[in-house]
């Protein structure tokens, strides 16, 4: 859970809104530290093969589905997400990659 403003956000509620989006293959919603909000919704978004996406459509199909405050406040456009041997997706890893700065 994501606790975003004292609001509790469930990631898979948000997954469910993003696989809505036309072009998209896989979402997997994290939490980011944020120090006015506690925690922002971050959403790792892989595109179907040769779809491209922009954040304006994901952003505008989410505002069709969920509340606005539980809408992502960034989205990471990934080729992939890394998974265990079971295919279930690693969190832990995609919530590191945002505390590693680019190289």
Known sequence: MIISGGSNIY???????L?????????????APDPEWGEIVVA????QPGQALDEASLDA????HIARFKR?????LV???PKNNYGKVLKTAL???LRTPPA
């Open 95 to 97: 919530r590191e990659q």
């Open 61 to 64: 199909t989410c505002l069709q």
């Open 72 to 76: 992502p406040k960034r989205y990471v």
């Open 19 to 31: 696989l809505l989006a036309p072009g998209v293959a896989e979402a997997a919603v994290v939490g």
């Open 79 to 81: 080729p992939g997400l």
């Open 44 to 47: 790792f978004v892989v595109a």
């Open 11 to 17: 990631p898979r509620e948000v997954e469910e809104v």
